[in-house]
Structures are given as structure tokens and as C-alpha cells.
């Protein structure tokens, strides 16, 4: 099994930053693309931003330029930096990523418990 552990959430003013992290643990032989999802209340979960094992990048219109993906292919582990948050940016952030168990499986879609993000003053 894989499991993903998020931590970094929390309540920030708005102009603030924040910076979220995703470890991926367990029976892994590779993970192709990891990216980070939200769901405010009331609204369907989005994408964020995305990355590649490759290091390709895809954000989401809404947080380019203050939102910025990386990853630790090492450690299976991905990071979100979050800078001159907004109110609107507030939701529960989810880390996702495709990962495979052996080099003849195929990649499965694997999902965090999630972590809140509040953005008020």
C-alpha cells in the first residue's frame, strides 16, 4: 500500500505564505506525476498545481506566479510554496500522486488525508 502524509496547513493573513509538504511512504517503485488539489466549501475540488517526475510544471490560472511546485524525487516527497495568499485561496489542499508498486504494474492514483488552508484577518 501507499499512503501520502500532508503537513504545512494553517491559518495565515492575507499577504501571508505558507508552505505545504506531501511524503509518500510504502511499498513504492516509482510515482510519475504528484501535484496538490483543493476543495473550498461548496465548490469541486481543482487542481493546484502539478509536477512531473521530470520536473515539468502545471499550475492552475488562479495561482500562477504566487503559488510554486517542487518535489525531492529521493525522498517521494513535494512541496507547494504558497506566497501573497488570498482569502479565496482558503480550502482543504489534498496531495495526489501516481504511483506504481513494481516495474510491470500499472500506475495507481493515490490521495492524502488533506489539510485545511485559512487565509482571514
Known amino acids: 500500500q501507499v499512503q501520502l502524509v500532508e503537513s504545512g496547513g494553517g491559518l495565515v493573513q492575507p499577504g501571508g505564505s505558507l508552505r505545504l509538504s506531501c511524503a509518500a511512504s510504502g511499498s513504492i517503485f516509482s510515482i510519475n506525476v504528484m501535484g496538490w488539489y483543493r476543495q473550498a466549501p461548496g465548490k469541486q475540488r481543482e487542481l493546484v498545481a502539478s509536477?512531473?517526475?521530470?520536473?515539468?510544471?502545471n499550475y492552475a490560472d488562479s495561482v500562477k506566479g504566487r503559488f510554486t511546485i517542487s518535489r525531492d524525487n529521493a525522498k517521494n516527497t513535494v512541496f507547494l510554496q504558497m506566497n501573497s495568499l488570498k482569502p479565496e485561496d482558503t480550502a482543504v489542499y489534498s496531495c495526489n500522486a501516481g504511483a506504481r508498486r513494481g516495474f510491470s504494474s500499472g500506475y495507481v492514483n493515490y490521495w492524502g488525508q488533506g489539510t485545511q488552508v485559512t487565509v482571514s484577518s
Open positions: 509536477i512531473t517526475s521530470g520536473g515539468s510544471t
